[in-house]
């Protein structure tokens, strides 16, 4: 069974730039959800994606968008990069339908904007 | 709205001292409950879940109970090692229209000294 897999590991930007980071989602699995991170701080929830659609979006302004594949793969687009978008991007994948909504995280993304 | 209240850290004992990581959970419906675990330079691993209420999860020695009448699910460990040393959360998911959306507390680092 191959687990979640993010690219990169580390990205370096400059503030308004953009940037995409891709998830794989866990063999099986068919919902992607997106988290940052900021340095000492719990995940915070960005969106999710269920049948090629956004299925719900946390308190993050429309420059965060997104894209799941066919092969329930997904992007995390980030334009007009501010220098608060410094932090870790997990990607999450889990079964839709499945009794606990039990989450399954990546390595995570780090992104520095300077 | 859900949120998640988790003990501040940073925490610090002794090999084989006890261990209790307290959380509470403020949520509309009946969530499931779940603590994370994130190594240095790693993503998040799921350490224990309880999908309704009286549930206990455990793995690895760690306990959690699920309280609806205190809405608490307080991480414990008996004899905690040295590799038990990390930053650990708290979580609840929604089981509303977003798919497993998890809402996490702001970690608790724990350090273990030989």
């Known amino acids: 069974e191959t687990g979640v897999t993010q690219s990169p590991t580390h990205l370096i930007k400059t503030r308004g730039q953009q940037v995409t980071l891709r998830c794989s989602s866990q063999?099986?699995?068919?919902?992607v959800s997106w988290y940052q991170q900021a340095l000492g701080q719990g995940p915070q929830f960005i969106f999710q994606?269920?049948?090629?659609?956004?299925?719900g979006r946390g308190n993050f302004p429309p420059r965060f968008s997104g894209l799941q594949f066919p092969n329930y793969s997904s992007e995390l687009n980030v334009n007009a990069l501010e220098l608060d978008d410094s932090a870790l991007y997990l990607c999450a994948s889990s079964l839709a339908g499945a009794s606990s909504y039990e989450q399954y995280f990546g390595p995570g993304t780090r992104l520095t904007v300077t | 709205g859900d949120s998640v209240t988790q003990m501040e850290g940073p925490v610090t004992l002794s090999e084989e001292a006890f261990l209790t990581i307290n959380c509470t959970y403020t949520a509309t419906g009946y969530p499931s409950l779940f603590w994370y675990v994130q190594y240095p330079g790693e993503g998040l691993q799921l350490l224990l879940k309880a999908t309704k209420a009286d549930d206990k999860g455990s793995n690895k020695g760690f306990e959690a109970t699920y309280r609806k009448e205190t809405t608490s699910f307080h991480l414990e460990k008996g004899s905690v090692q040295v590799s038990d040393s990390a930053v650990y959360f708290c979580?609840?998911?929604?089981?509303?229209?977003?798919?497993?959306?998890?809402?996490f507390g702001r970690g608790t680092q724990l350090t273990v000294w030989p």
């Open positions: 994606y269920y049948r090629e659609e956004e299925n």
């Open positions: 979580a609840l998911s929604d089981r509303g229209s977003t798919l497993g959306r998890l809402y």
């Open positions: 063999s099986g699995h068919n919902t």
